[in-house]
């Protein structure tokens, strides 16, 4: 794929980035070799991650931005903060931060309707297409999420993307839900000690533009509130900063790369531009906008409006909101 060529200023104008990044349309969703395979491509530990495309990069802050490029026992020692934001993440949070009990992610519409039949006053959500699914009590927007109708209900949701990227996350040590609207409360929960990898959900397995920015501004999150650098006063004092001179010891290419897409967004939004119209540039809100639910792009380009942090419980493979908050040090 190629991208735009840099601006006048010297980074790429983040509209022409998103741009392409929306554009990129292989002929088929990214297929890697299974991983025997790709594990005789590997020499010994200190060959590339290129060398291997399920191998985590051992950097402290990493990103995948398709679940396929993620190999289960490289997440043992990591907490994962999945994401998708549109728009299933953003809908479990809103969810929870409305009373919902629980959420049960499931796989397929099968597997839906079973745990529904199974559990007491839960209501059955999902979306195939972006459409609510046939039978369902309810889809896939966020909007839909209110106190009066899941209040003190679980919720059993089947998306095409998000819930079936969390089966990639098993073997993780943690497994947070991410969206744009509670990224400043994860930040507050990791400390410097945490080995972070934000997993991507993308589109029907194409990479999507707005689950890369949320990467980016979650790696800033990260670095300015767990990186200690010397603030030069003395040798006693530390100031915590995204500084750049940083980012090599404790960022992976990939996270580099999200971290670089979400400042040249961020700078456009400075100079007045909404995050929204970046979202409906994307593979997921050009989608969205075609069957009308634009409601929902400007709902999941909200920053920090929502304080929980939802957690994946892998031995249920329920998501709630721990009672109190979980600092791992």
């Not at 010297?10 to 990129?24: E, M």
């Not at 409006?305 to 109190?324: F, G, K, Q, Y």
């Amino acid at each position: 794929m190629s991208l735009e060529k840099p601006s006048e200023s010297g980074y790429i104008n983040p509209f022409d980035l998103t741009r392409s990044l929306s554009r990129f349309e292989p002929a088929s969703p990214v297929n890697f070799p299974p991983p025997e395979t790709a594990n005789s491509m590997v020499t010994g530990p200190e060959t590339s991650s290129l060398a291997d495309p399920f191998r985590i990069s051992p950097k402290r802050i990493d990103v995948a931005f398709l679940p396929a490029l993620v190999r289960p026992e490289s997440l043992l020692d990591r907490t994962v903060i999945l994401t998708d934001v549109l728009r299933a993440t953003t809908t479990i949070i809103h969810a929870l931060f409305n009373g919902c009990q629980q959420v049960l992610p499931q796989p397929t519409i099968e597997a839906a309707r079973a745990c529904h039949a199974r559990v007491a006053n839960s209501v059955m959500g999902g979306e195939r297409g972006g459409k609510i699914i046939a039978g369902f009590h309810q889809g896939n927007s966020p909007l839909e999420y209110t106190r009066d109708r899941i209040g003190g209900k679980s919720l059993v949701l089947a998306t095409t993307n998000g819930t079936v990227a969390l089966e990639h996350c098993r073997t993780a040590k943690r497994i947070l839900i991410g969206a744009m609207i509670n990224l400043g409360a994860i930040a507050g929960q990791l400390t410097e000690h945490d080995r972070v990898t934000v997993v991507c959900s993308g589109t029907d397995g194409h990479i999507t533009s707005e689950d890369v920015i949320f990467a980016g501004a979650m790696v800033e999150r990260i670095l300015a509130s767990t990186i200690p650098v010397s603030s030069g006063k003395n040798n006693s004092t530390t100031e915590f900063t995204s500084a750049p001179q940083v980012h090599h010891e404790h960022l992976s290419d990939l996270a580099a790369i999200a971290l670089n897409h979400w400042q040249s967004t961020s700078r456009a939004i400075a100079q007045g531009a909404k995050l929204s119209q970046f979202f409906r540039l994307a593979r997921g809100g050009i989608n969205l906008v075609k069957i009308g639910l634009d409601a929902d792009i400007e709902f999941a380009a909200q920053i920090d409006t929502v304080p929980i942090v939802p957690e994946l419980d892998v031995a249920d493979w329920s998501i709630r909101v721990p009672t109190s908050p979980t600092i791992v040090g």
